[in-house]
């Protein structure tokens, strides 16, 4: 079966300190992977999704960054934080569309909670 | 622009009580409807909606959509202090993308007291 891994769980980080979010996945090949960020009482906002190594997209412009440098990694990170990045951050994945039993939905990480001081 | 619009944002009920949430959306390209569960960490899912009047059940936890009024109903019936928690719904629209577009609505926070 299928497993995400998030981590850290919990960070506090300086303004203007850099920042590196991991996220793998096991157990299925070439996922559709997904970074998001959820405000207190706000839904999931999504920050980037990636359909292949190398390849990524930003749905907002932010102070963020992403890269997959292998298959079922996925990295959120940041040169320097802004006190507006504190959240929590969750990553995804699903099955790209058009694989045999696609029309399933997206599965999430456990989160890291991040606080800017 | 796309939305999705929960209601009530929280809601505090006694053991026992049955409960609804309801969920309203604006979405082009509907593709189907989601809904998760979330206590501290990761949301878990419990339904995807894509057909019209055709209730989902799952133990004590039903849902149904409404594709025409654009909407959707979440009831948990008999709610035990385990069931305290947000619950999120998404819409995932379809199109021409190799990915999932899901647009999620702020949740309602659910708190079950004994």
């Not at chain 1, 497993?3 to 070439?30: K, R, Y």
């Not at chain 2, 009024?69 to 385990?82: D, V, Y």
């Amino acid at each position: 079966s299928q497993t995400i891994h998030q981590w850290p769980a919990t960070l506090v980080q300086p303004v203007g300190s850099p920042l590196s979010l991991e996220c793998t996945v096991e157990g299925t090949s070439n996922p559709n992977l997904y970074w998001y960020r959820q405000a207190a009482g706000r839904g999931l906002q999504l920050l980037f999704y990636s359909v292949g190594i190398g390849q990524i997209s930003s749905e907002v412009p932010q102070n963020l960054s992403a890269s997959r440098p292998q298959d079922r990694q996925f990295i959120l990170s940041s040169k320097k934080l802004l006190l507006s990045d504190s959240g929590f951050y969750l990553c995804a994945w699903s099955l790209p569309r058009g694989a045999p039993y696609s029309n399933q939905p997206q599965h999430f990480g456990d989160g890291t909670r991040l606080s800017i001081l | 622009e796309d939305k999705v619009v929960q209601s009530p944002l929280s809601l505090v009920v006694h053991e026992g009580d049955t409960v609804t949430l309801n969920c309203s959306y604006e979405v082009t390209n509907f593709r189907s409807l989601l809904w998760y569960k979330q206590e501290k960490k990761a949301p878990t899912f419990l339904f995807m909606l894509t057909s019209s009047g055709i209730e989902k059940k799952s133990g004590r936890l039903s849902s149904i959509l409404d594709k025409k009024e654009l909407f959707s109903i979440l009831n948990i019936t008999a709610t035990q202090t385990g069931d305290s928690a947000v619950y999120l719904c998404a819409v995932e629209k379809g199109g021409w993308t190799s990915y999932d577009k899901v647009i999620f609505g702020p949740g309602t926070s659910l708190s079950v007291i004994p």
